[in-house]
């Protein structure tokens, strides 16, 4: 295979490890992936080199780039394996910043029966070489948005009620930037990717819009049914998906087809 001819805008079925090893230095924008963890770490019967994919990752992720690692923890024994930490921990150490710690909430989470609080979340760690290069941060619609408020409001310090010198009256803002945790509806569509843990398409798309532009190049190294290659695509980016199941690169490659894309 040569690049970029034979990897831009394609799925590539193969090991990611390999594959990534014929990708040039600094060559990719912006990565989305979700890998197989803990008890699920074999995956179609194939083994997970962590530590090998995130150099790899590290090595051809463009200065200013992001990589987005969404992951969770089993429980095993009754205790959470700690693995997400420990990944987060590992990418710093070979030279990504952890720039932020965000949150995958799943709003329809299934209940279990255990002695704790039920499991609705997993990790979205951005991890960025150096400074990220692009933000373009989701609005959220304000509460208060549009209403008066008076800043030269009593505000009191050590028991005396003490005002501020302004008087002007202001109003909130209509919108302002969303915060680190970011909910979706989750398993909408499993019966068309038959794929067992689907990335909401809005996941995506969310990450796609706030951490490149148009014609960037995207990355999936663990592309499973496609979701990350179909919504950049879709956003206008140039995207390459690698995974290692013949069955899911025919279903990345025909959700594809479907919105007429390939």
Same mark, same amino acid.
């Given at each position: 295979? !040569?690049y970029?001819d034979d990897y831009i805008?394609k799925i +590539?079925?193969?090991?990611?490890l390999?594959?990534?090893?014929?990708i040039p230095?600094?060559?990719?924008?912006l990565?989305?992936?979700s890998p197989?963890y803990?008890?699920?770490r074999?995956?179609?019967?194939?083994?997970?080199d962590f530590e090998g994919?995130a150099?790899?990752l590290f090595r051809?992720?463009?200065?200013?780039?992001?990589?987005?690692w969404?992951?969770g923890d089993?429980?095993?024994n009754g205790?959470?394996t700690?693995t997400s930490?420990?990944q987060?921990?590992?990418f !710093?150490e070979?030279?990504f910043?952890l720039?932020?710690t965000? +949150?995958?909430? !799943?709003i329809n989470y299934?209940p279990?029966t255990h002695k704790?609080?039920?499991?609705?979340?997993?990790y979205?760690?951005?991890?960025?070489?150096?400074?990220p290069?692009?933000?373009?941060p989701?609005?959220?619609?304000?509460?208060?948005?549009?209403?008066?408020y008076?800043?030269?409001?009593p505000?009191?310090?050590?028991?005396?009620?003490?005002?501020?010198?302004?008087?002007?009256e202001l109003?909130?803002k209509?919108?302002g930037? !969303?915060?680190?945790?970011?909910?979706?509806?989750?398993g909408?569509?499993?019966?068309i990717t038959?794929?067992?843990?689907?990335f909401?398409e809005?996941?995506?798309?969310?990450h796609?819009?706030s951490w490149?532009?148009?014609n960037d190049?995207?990355?999936?190294?663990m592309n499973?049914?496609?979701t990350?290659?179909?919504?950049?695509k879709?956003?206008?980016r140039?995207? +390459?998906g690698?995974?290692?199941?013949e069955?899911y690169?025919e279903?990345?490659?025909?959700r594809l087809?479907?919105e007429v894309l390939?």
């Amino acid at each position: 295979m !040569k690049y970029p001819d034979d990897y831009i805008n394609k799925i +590539i079925c193969g090991d990611c490890l390999e594959v990534m090893k014929q990708i040039p230095d600094k060559s990719i924008d912006l990565t989305i992936t979700s890998p197989p963890y803990d008890n699920l770490r074999n995956y179609q019967g194939y083994s997970f080199d962590f530590e090998g994919i995130a150099k790899e990752l590290f090595r051809i992720t463009k200065d200013g780039g992001v990589v987005v690692w969404v992951v969770g923890d089993a429980t095993v024994n009754g205790s959470e394996t700690g693995t997400s930490f420990k990944q987060a921990l590992y990418f !710093k150490e070979i030279g990504f910043n952890l720039h932020d710690t965000m +949150i995958y909430q !799943k709003i329809n989470y299934i209940p279990l029966t255990h002695k704790r609080y039920e499991q609705e979340f997993e990790y979205m760690f951005i991890l960025s070489k150096g400074a990220p290069k692009t933000f373009n941060p989701l609005l959220k619609k304000n509460k208060l948005g549009g209403k008066k408020y008076n800043p030269n409001r009593p505000r009191d310090y050590d028991g005396n009620a003490i005002r501020h010198n302004r008087s002007e009256e202001l109003t909130f803002k209509e919108y302002g930037q !969303k915060g680190n945790i970011f909910g979706y509806i989750v398993g909408a569509g499993n019966d068309i990717t038959n794929h067992p843990a689907t990335f909401p398409e809005q996941l995506v798309a969310d990450h796609i819009i706030s951490w490149s532009n148009k014609n960037d190049l995207v990355f999936d190294p663990m592309n499973g049914s496609g979701t990350t290659t179909k919504m950049a695509k879709l956003l206008g980016r140039n995207f +390459i998906g690698i995974e290692i199941s013949e069955k899911y690169c025919e279903i990345a490659r025909q959700r594809l087809r479907q919105e007429v894309l390939l």
